[in-house]
């Protein structure tokens, strides 16, 4: 075969608490991103929450491995003098007739948007879904058929309703794998012969770093796991639930997958990136594969952790695994046992690599890591594959005749699309589809920002909350337009 087959879906990606907006229009609940104040690379965002108890207010801040655990007795509230990116964020509530028009301009084969949980169910455990929420996503999937743009809908890209959180601690409660089974039935029935491709949950293995983005209020060791295997047991029920409602319907896993180099070949740093390795692929082993990996259930009982399951969960886990695996990928990290200066990004846990340029939020370039990281993934798994996110945010500047160049995008995507074109037509590697992230400008999830954008489409919005909210197309917008017409052939 050359190149990518005539079916290769092209696209672009979102998620509701980034780019959706509307947060209180129309019945929708508060979800857990509606409390996240703005931030930037230096400065991390909070989640801010009040006891409503003693009255006292506060907020914790969201960063990488720090621990993210609430004040005992604290809920997440939304409080005075605060700004929170997501309340209206790019507004997409307002113009996805305009934002899907433009989407169609381009070409796209495929839209990858997230349904707001606490939009079809306020507070997450209510007895019937919200009626205005559930008419909103039909309005967006008939506009997405009027240009031929196939959905994919990711069902929870963290931000489940705040009310799971409070009334039962989030998933690290049983009690959330048939709510939201319920959830993504309702969906699945409602949006039948509209939506064919769903993803359960976005970066599933983010509850290790981001534990708030499942609804955690306590970070232990314990509610990680426990809510990790609570979600595979949810989404091993959803692949079951597609099956009985629609055959026709696929359910994906989404992995956050960063393509980890060894710094030297010192043994040490060898093994260092085994367990790092390990670290991720345990999510893809249990959701895709099927099963709990030894090494996995080895470090439970190191650090004595004991899951609340039953056996019928391991069944489920072996009979419904997921149907595809689709995985975000931005670039490398490289790791180290020495002592070398650190990367410097949001999703970058390792140090400097000095082959690699980066940018001003500490993200580096990586021509080769889109292969190397689909290669490993269908080495491994032997199932189709969906890069879901892949994108580069920069500080876009909108210049007087409205016009934005932005060169170093297109330099970075074609770095990116050449790569995963060299698995697919070098490798034999299946891969079904490659949807850009944020591919009309929304808020930064890392940061909260709004001048690191990722888009082939400005939004004139600012970090504050000012502007018009108008869209400008920039010069990537006309080069993607370009490769999708030559299914990736001309990437000039």
Avoid at 11 to 29: I, L, M, P, V
Avoid at 51 to 57: D, F, I, L, S
Avoid at 146 to 158: D, K, N, Q
Wanted: glycine share 10%; charged share 25%; hydrophobic share 35%.
């Amino acid at each position: 075969m050359s190149g990518f087959p005539d079916n290769f879906l092209w696209g672009g990606a979102t998620a509701a608490c980034q780019y959706e907006g509307g947060y209180d229009e129309d019945g929708r609940g508060l979800a857990i991103t509606d409390v996240m104040t703005s931030g930037s690379h230096m400065k991390p965002r909070r989640i801010t929450w009040k006891n409503p108890a003693t009255g006292e207010t506060g907020s914790v801040p969201i960063a990488f491995g720090a621990n993210l655990s609430l004040p005992d007795g604290a809920v997440p509230a939304i409080l005075p003098g605060e700004y929170y990116p997501s309340h209206e964020a790019t507004d997409f509530y307002h113009h996805y007739k305009e934002d899907i028009a433009l989407m169609g301009e381009m070409g796209f084969k495929t839209f990858r948007l997230s349904i707001s949980w606490s939009r079809i169910f306020p507070n997450g455990d209510d007895e019937q879904p919200n009626e205005a929420g559930l008419a909103f996503y039909d309005r967006v999937f008939d506009e997405c058929r009027r240009y031929g743009i196939e959905p994919l809908v990711t069902l929870a890209h963290f931000d489940p309703p705040v009310n799971l959180s409070v009334k039962y601690g989030g998933w690290a409660s049983r009690k959330c794998i048939d709510l939201f089974e319920r959830y993504a039935r309702v969906c699945f029935e409602r949006y039948k012969g509209k939506v064919k491709y769903y993803l359960t949950f976005n970066e599933i293995n983010g509850i290790q770093m981001i534990p708030t983005g499942s609804g955690l209020l306590k970070d232990t060791p314990q509610n990680k796991a426990q809510g990790a295997h609570n979600q595979f047991v949810a989404s091993a029920k959803t692949v079951r639930a597609a099956r009985e409602i629609d055959p026709e319907i696929r359910v994906g896993q989404m992995l956050l997958y960063p393509c980890n180099y060894a710094m030297t070949c010192d043994p040490a740093d060898q093994l260092l990136l085994m367990k790092k390795m390990h670290e991720t692929l345990f999510f893809a082993d249990v959701q895709t594969g099927g099963f709990y990996p030894s090494y996995q259930l080895k470090k439970y009982e190191r650090e004595g952790i004991v899951l609340v399951d039953t056996p019928e969960d391991y069944e489920l886990l072996r009979t419904y695994p997921a149907d595809f695996l689709s995985f975000s990928c931005y670039g490398s990290n490289t790791l180290t046992t020495h002592n070398q200066e650190a990367a410097g990004g949001n999703l970058s846990l390792g140090v400097k690599n000095p082959y690699l340029e980066s940018n001003e939020w500490g993200w580096a370039t990586d021509p080769c890591c889109l292969r190397i990281a689909l290669n490993t993934l269908y080495d491994r798994y032997h199932k189709p594959l969906w890069i879901v996110e892949n994108g580069i945010g920069w500080n876009d500047v909108k210049e007087a005749d409205d016009t934005i160049h932005d060169q170093y995008r297109i330099d970075y995507l074609r770095q990116n699309i050449q790569s995963m074109k060299d698995a697919v037509e070098l490798d034999g590697v299946e891969l079904m589809g490659y949807t850009m992230w944020g591919c009309i400008d929304l808020v930064s999830s890392g940061t909260g920002e709004m001048k690191k954008r990722y888009g082939f489409v400005y939004v004139d919005r600012d970090d504050e909350g000012n502007g018009t909210m108008k869209r400008y197309k920039k010069d990537s917008f006309y080069w993607y337009k370009k490769v999708i017409e030559t299914n990736g052939e001309n990437l000039d």
